[in-house]
């Protein structure tokens, strides 16, 4: 379908397997809506109205908040659908919150015709409970993994994961977070921020400009390597 060649390779192969027998209502309901960085477009507890599929840009998954604070917990990008799983569970409202971290492009289809063709199309639903099913299992261990992290590697992640919504990448970033918001995305205490913050300025990982963090590129090459590391090698849950 000409919607979805902006995606990568794979994922338009994927896209166009995946259509190639969408019912007549899906095709004509679908829109594409265009939204700027930092719009919360699915707000959990409310009601389910449209699955969404990420043409361009990256968003933010938002845990729904406990004792009034929010986790950040991923990002994601072209290709990531949201708000289907809680559709084949059941569910009448959203689970979590999704805003855009860059200006995006999302494709909306209506639960009610979406689900209905699931129901009609076997390769399509088996296709995506495979895929649906890998999602939950490797944020599970994702979740894992990051529960055992010190507090340095979590700020790391943060990092990382700030300086990728920045696209392209650019040769220094500086982090405009203030520290208080910045402890209660990575789930540290203050006093913790602070010392780790320390830390990776005496191995020359961040720099600081008057008080924020700034990260060039070949720091956040260290830092991603590092983490990689960190999940891929021996550490692995």
């Not at 059941?90 to 009610?112: D, E, F, H, Q, W």
């Not at 790391?156 to 500086?174: D, N």
């Amino acid at each position: 379908m000409e919607i979805f060649k902006g995606l990568p390779s794979k994922k338009r192969e994927y896209m166009n397997i995946l259509f190639r027998n969408c019912t007549e209502e899906v095709k004509y309901y679908m829109s594409v809506v265009e939204i700027e960085a930092d719009q919360t477009f699915i707000k959990a507890g409310e009601e389910c109205k449209y699955i969404y599929i990420v043409l361009t840009g990256k968003v933010t998954g938002v845990e729904w908040p406990m004792n009034e604070k929010s986790y950040y917990f991923k990002d994601f990008g072209p290709g990531d659908f949201f708000g289907e799983i809680e559709c084949f569970a059941g569910m009448k409202n959203y689970r979590i919150s999704i805003l855009s971290s860059t200006k995006c492009r999302l494709l909306a289809i209506p639960c009610v015709y979406y689900m209905e063709w699931m129901h009609m199309d076997v390769d399509a639903l088996y296709m995506r409970t495979q895929e649906n099913m890998n999602r939950l299992v490797m944020q599970t261990a994702e979740a894992r993994r990051y529960l055992f992290m010190e507090g340095k590697d979590r700020l790391m992640v943060h990092l990382v994961r700030k300086y990728e919504q920045k696209q392209p990448l650019p040769e220094k970033f500086e982090l405009k977070q203030t520290r208080t918001r910045i402890s209660e995305e990575v789930g540290i205490s203050m006093k913790t921020l602070n010392r780790n913050i320390k830390k990776l300025e005496e191995v020359n990982l961040i720099q600081l400009n008057k008080g924020k963090i700034v990260i060039t590129k070949s720091q956040y090459m260290i830092m991603k390597k590092e983490l990689e590391y960190y999940v891929n090698g021996e550490n692995v849950f």
